[in-house]
């Protein structure tokens, strides 16, 4: 319960922070591809000043870099509230990436998912990570290479086209095959003192 209230924190502070600070936000993406291999990475990073505390309220003021000004209040899972001040800069970071590969049938690899969460220290300013990592395997159930699509059908039975941007993988991928897909999301958000 803690964890899916701190995630739920911090993807509300990412969420509200990178949609209202576009100008300001960095958004960087990268893939990689080769054949029976996959992979892509989106990081997006924004940062806001805070310009009012209320601690009755455990409410943030924060101001954007468009000049936008919006409140947020504050749970108790975030931790040293107490140390945020007027002039402190509130930074987030939320990373996505998703790898796909080829299995051949009879992998030993397992469905998983995790969570992890990590907090500042007592007396530190407050700011923490949280990620998730999800691990699928997937069966090949088909290969359309006049389409440019590859056809997976997950351990519970929903089905996924996955477009084909590199013609090389139809070399390799076979109906029949397993593809591992592992998802991962992680947020950071780190207050930093004023300057």
């Given amino acids: 319960m803690r964890k899916a209230v701190a995630i739920s924190i911090l993807l509300g502070i990412a969420t509200v922070t990178s949609v209202h600070a576009q100008k300001a936000a960095t958004d960087t993406a990268a893939m990689k591809s080769e054949p029976g291999k996959v992979s892509a990475v989106r990081e997006v990073k924004a940062s806001a000043m805070v310009t009012a505390v209320d601690p009755a309220t455990r409410t943030l003021s924060l101001k954007l870099a468009d000049g936008t000004v919006y409140d947020m209040a504050a749970s108790d899972e975030v931790k040293n509230f107490d140390q945020i001040k007027v002039g402190d800069h509130v930074n987030v970071s939320y990373t996505r ?22 907090r500042s220290k007592p007396g530190e300013k407050p ?12 069966d090949v159930i088909d290969v359309d290479p006049k389409h ?5 059908k997950g351990p519970k039975g929903n ?5 084909v941007q590199n013609p090389d ?9 397993q593809i591992e897909a ?14």
Avoid: C, M, W
């Fill in 169 to 177: 993988q139809f070399k390799v991928v076979k109906k029949g095959d």
């Fill in 148 to 152: 440019n699509t590859i056809t997976v």
């Fill in 127 to 138: 700011g923490g990570v949280v990620g998730r990592k999800v691990t699928v395997i997937a």
């Fill in 182 to 195: 592992e998802y991962t999301e992680a947020v950071a958000v780190h207050v930093t003192k004023a300057k």
């Fill in 97 to 118: 990436a998703l790898t796909l590969e080829l299995r051949k049938p009879g992998s030993t690899k397992q469905n998983a998912d995790t969570t992890g969460v990590e």
């Fill in 159 to 163: 089905v996924v086209v996955l477009d």
